[in-house]
């Protein structure tokens, strides 16, 4: 038992010896050292991959409820993912139901629940459109909330097809001369809209609907991680910048 109880100890001692390590190279690196020069740690126990991606990967929020539009949907969270992002879907259903019909009829599957997503913090947040799936998303209190708290904080947030003119200007929430889906019904909330595939005013991206998703995807990517990396991403899926 004596044994037992001292190896025990030590796995215990050896976890919290690599958790300072691993704390120390990351703040190195944040500082412009590099970790394994400054310390003499061996590559096997921490990799640089794994620290860049623990200080660099960055969080989307892409909220969908039922009548989502499924296209504007993936090329998000595709788009996204390629950039390294950490992509999370939530659904706005009141009852937690994580599996929403959407404009189309195909059916995906969020990972968590809005209220979920509601308590946590988030680098970007992504509207898709989609009728009345837009309207869905506005009447959800727990991501109005959300993007209110992210507006606030002078992150970046987005929106695409309907959901310019039936979430972001309802609340106010939009600028003059933001793009959306060119129908007069849309158009109409708008302040001079612009007739542009993809609009970046400042920590706000809009875009006007399924054939400009993945040009929304990229203008969302660049603003997380820079004009290069957009760039190249955008040649890996052969889509003209």
């Not at 009345?132 to 209110?148: I, K, N, W, Y």
């Not at 933001?178 to 809009?206: I, R």
């Amino acid at each position: 038992r004596t044994s037992q109880r001292a190896q025990s100890i030590l796995q215990v001692r050896g976890m919290r010896r690599h958790q300072t390590v691993a704390s120390f190279a990351v703040l190195l690196l944040s500082k412009g050292a590099h970790p394994f020069r400054s310390t003499g740690i061996r590559r096997s126990h921490i990799s640089s991959t794994t620290i860049l991606n623990m200080s660099s990967a960055k969080r989307v929020l892409v909220p969908i409820a039922d009548d989502s539009e499924e296209i504007e949907t993936t090329c998000i969270q595709d788009t996204l993912k390629r950039f390294g992002a950490d992509v999370v879907v939530a659904s706005v259903k009141q009852d937690g139901d994580l599996v929403c019909k959407m404009s189309r009829g195909i059916k995906i599957m969020a990972d968590v629940s809005i209220d979920e997503a509601a308590k946590q913090e988030w680098d970007c947040i992504a509207l898709p459109g989609g009728m009345p799936g837009a309207t869905r998303l506005r009447d959800s209190s727990p991501l109005m909330d959300l993007l209110e708290k992210q507006r606030e904080a002078g992150k970046l947030y987005g929106a695409i097809c309907a959901a310019p003119a039936v979430v972001l200007a309802s609340k106010g929430w939009l600028g003059e001369g933001a793009t959306g889906y060119p129908a007069e019904a849309f158009l109409s909330k708008m302040d001079k809209p612009s007739s542009d595939d993809v609009v970046v005013q400042s920590n706000v991206v809009t875009s006007k609907g399924p054939g400009t998703a993945l040009k929304f995807g990229l203008a969302l990517g660049e603003y997380l991680y820079g004009k290069e990396k957009a760039s190249q991403i955008a040649a890996e899926m052969l889509v003209e910048a």
